[in-house]
């Protein structure tokens, strides 16, 4: 959100928490951007509805949708339970498909629209057990996306999706110590595994969505771009 501000885009920030869309919210204004903070659930097409509706009221149009809802419910396989299993494709992929499905209405009318939607590789990270929930989710993410390109492409409308790994994020960090490891620990593992020696940085990914956002990326959809520091 903070670098599409930077960019001129007028921001409608959405977060389960009210006090955490506000403080990006107030962020962008404090830049001299526009922005409106707003608390939805996303895995209820209500509250999404509502959500398009208070965001076309503020600005009168949408014209660029970041899907990047996410949780994680680790378990191995014999020990996930139905609710691990559907918190995560409830977030994650219905998430994705309710603000998908408000937004191309709109883009539809407007013959204009960027999608980007926000997965994780499959298998994320090192590959480690216990994650057929995410997996699952995130592999269904790449595969709406690919079909919403087709779908929409006639519309003007560009559906791209991005998949970064070993980002520094808190998502990462509370990963990292449910696991009983120390950050510093992980970087180790972790680095062997990335080319560029490096974990990523929020602006590895938000580069990438800015550019697929714009019209620099006019003839691109249908598009999965890892950001992982390597291959």
């Known amino acids: 959100g903070l670098k599409l501000a930077e960019e001129g885009a ?13 403080a990006i919210s107030d962020r962008i204004k404090d830049n001299g951007g526009r922005a409106i903070p707003i608390q939805a659930d996303v895995s209820r097409m209500e509250e999404v509805g509502k959500m398009f509706d208070e965001a076309m009221s503020a600005f009168g149009r949408i014209d660029i949708l970041i899907s990047n809802a996410g949780v994680k419910q680790d378990a191995p396989i014999h020990l996930m339970t139905e609710e691990q299993w559907d918190a995560t494709m409830n977030v994650q992929l219905k998430g994705c498909f309710n603000c998908v499905r408000a937004a191309q209405e709109i883009m539809v009318q407007q013959q204009q629209g960027k999608i980007v939607i926000i997965a994780s590789p499959v298998p994320p990270g090192l590959g480690k057990p216990g994650q057929a929930n995410f997996s699952a989710a995130n592999a269904g993410l790449i595969g709406l996306m690919t079909s919403l390109a087709i779908e929409l492409g006639p519309y003007n409308i560009n559906v791209n999706c991005i998949a970064p790994d070993f980002i520094s994020t808190q998502m990462t960090r509370d990963s990292v110590r449910q696991e009983g490891m120390f950050m510093d620990d992980f970087k180790k593992i972790a680095l062997v595994n990335i080319p560029l020696r490096r974990l990523g940085k929020v602006e590895d990914v938000s580069n990438v969505a800015a550019f697929l956002a714009s019209d620099d990326s006019s003839y691109v959809t249908g598009q999965t771009i890892r950001v992982c520091g390597g291959p």
């Open 10 to 22: 007028s921001i409608v920030a959405n977060d389960e928490s009210f006090l955490a869309a506000e």
